[in-house]
């Protein structure tokens, strides 16, 4: 079946570091992915994707590019701010799935001044 | 647009106390989704909905009701609450037009503690 891996956590860097989450995946067919983040206290909300091979998603500085070649999607910031503390989330949603997303354990990140 | 509401934000219940947690999205969504969260399992699919009417079974569905009477709302049902059913619930939506590049809009969840 489908699933996502992403790098175990906490990350925790200083500020203007340059930050990279893993996230590999397995998939039957040719599946959309995603990169959704957790603010503390709030609910999840998307903050890239893509949707084919090759693809890359960006937003606020965040890049991820879709490979399919090694099946990764891995997350990386140039300069990373105290804001961007969070959990980021990798997953996946594949027409073989049933369209359901699938989401990894997500990865807590922790910036410091 | 309020997006995707969910009540109550916290809840402490007993075991084998029944509850309802509630759902609703002003974005017309056709979808609509119940996931737990729970510490280094990300989140998981309990319940969804592709259409007024219409649920199905996610992952982890046992101990959980759903009915999806109207396109708005999509309330989750705890049976007989049992301490492994603590956890953080958040309901999502999407258009359902998209197919597999569909992008879900999550509510702000609620915590759930079953004693």
């Known amino acids: 079946g489908n699933s996502v891996t992403q790098m175990e956590g906490p990350v925790t860097l200083s500020e203007e570091a340059f930050l990279t989450i893993n996230c590999t995946y397995t998939?039957?067919?040719?599946?959309?992915l995603f990169w959704y983040v957790q603010y503390p206290g709030e609910g999840l909300q998307l903050l890239l994707k893509?949707?084919?091979?090759?693809d890359k998603g960006s937003n606020k500085g965040f890049e991820a590019t879709y490979r399919k070649e090694t099946t990764s999607f891995h997350l990386e910031k140039g300069s990373v701010q105290v804001s961007d503390s969070a959990v980021y989330f990798c997953?996946?949603?594949?027409?073989?799935?049933?369209?359901?997303?699938?989401f990894g354990a997500g990865t807590r990140l922790f910036v410091k001044a | 647009n309020a997006g995707v509401t969910q009540t109550p934000k916290f809840q402490v219940l007993k075991t084998g106390q029944s509850m309802t947690l509630q759902c609703a999205q002003d974005?017309?969504?056709?979808?609509m989704s119940w996931y737990r969260q729970d510490p280094g399992m990300g989140l998981r699919l309990i319940h969804y909905?592709?259409?007024?009417?219409?649920?199905d079974q996610g992952e982890v569905p046992n101990g959980y009701n759903v009915s999806r009477s109207t396109t708005e709302d999509f309330p989750l049902r705890l049976l007989s609450a049992a301490p492994s059913q603590t956890s953080v619930y958040f309901c999502?939506?999407?258009?359902?037009?998209?197919?597999?590049?569909?992008?879900?809009?999550f509510g702000p969840g609620t915590r759930l503690l079953v004693l």
């Open positions: 999502a939506s999407s258009y359902g037009g998209e197919g597999v590049g569909e992008t879900q809009y």
């Open positions: 998939a039957t067919g040719y599946p959309s």
């Open positions: 893509a949707t084919k091979a090759d």
């Open positions: 997953a996946l949603s594949d027409r073989n799935g049933g369209f359901k997303t699938i």
């Open positions: 974005m017309n969504h056709e979808y």
């Open positions: 909905s592709v259409g007024a009417g219409i649920t």
